[in-house]
T-cell receptor, first 111, second 115 residues
């Protein structure tokens, strides 16, 4: 599995943007970059994914570096409900097997 | 929005007993997974399942574990003889396919407590 590296924790103020970084220097050409989040006592929840181009959806934006060795999840206006563990994982589009979750980034949102 | 449904939400069992954790994946999804999360630890992959067979499994998924899709809608995880260290949250997930790197939808989990 290609590995991802994320900061252990980040803090944000409510209503401010949050940029959550992820490094994946060993990414392969068929790996998609996925982001999930896990709220306390819940299962992981899909946030967004992309391959090469930046992506936007109703939850977040994903900015992918030109060399694809890093990416940033952007929450445009953090709310208290966005406090969660955010996981960046790689998913091989040619393989139906596993995706490996790392330790993720624990995001704390302060009122 | 379609959901992955897991039952029961909490299961308490005695060590050595068999348990079956049940999942109903999203109906048009083709790929099915089980993950587990021991309290305070990472989400760990157990097994992936496609076309009625296991496509990949982890070292955790030993002979005590098995999966089945008995009727085209349910997806089950059986632990034959539970151990204390099997206590964890077990998450089922499904995915429509692998093309375009499609994402997983996870269920809310079953908390398994082995006493």
């Amino acid at each position: 599995d290609a590995k991802t590296t994320q900061p252990n924790s980040m803090e944000s103020n409510e209503e401010e943007p949050v940029h959550l970084p992820c490094n994946h220097s060993t990414i392969s050409g068929t790996d998609y970059i996925h982001w999930y989040r896990q709220l306390p006592s819940q299962g992981p929840e899909y946030v967004i994914h992309g391959l090469t181009s930046n992506v936007n959806n109703r939850m977040a934006s994903l900015a992918i570096a030109e060399d694809r060795k890093s990416s940033t999840l952007i929450l445009h206006r953090a709310t208290l409900r966005d406090a969660a563990v955010y996981y960046c994982i790689l998913r091989d589009a040619t393989n139906a097997g596993k995706s490996t979750f790392g330790d993720g980034t624990t995001l704390t949102v302060k009122p | 929005e379609p959901e992955v449904t897991q039952t029961p939400s909490h299961q308490v069992t005695q060590m050595g007993q068999e348990v079956i954790l049940r999942c109903v994946p999203i109906s048009n999804h083709l790929y099915f997974y089980w993950y587990r999360q021991i309290l305070g630890q990472k989400v760990e992959f157990l097994v992936s399942f496609y076309n009625n067979e296991i496509s990949e499994k982890s070292e955790i998924f030993d002979d005590q574990f098995s999966v089945e899709r008995p009727d085209g809608s349910n997806f089950t995880l059986k632990i034959r003889s539970t151990k204390l260290e099997d206590s964890a949250m077990y998450f089922c997930a499904s995915s429509p396919g692998q093309g375009k790197g499609s994402g997983y939808t996870f269920g809310s989990g079953t908390r398994l407590t082995v006493v």
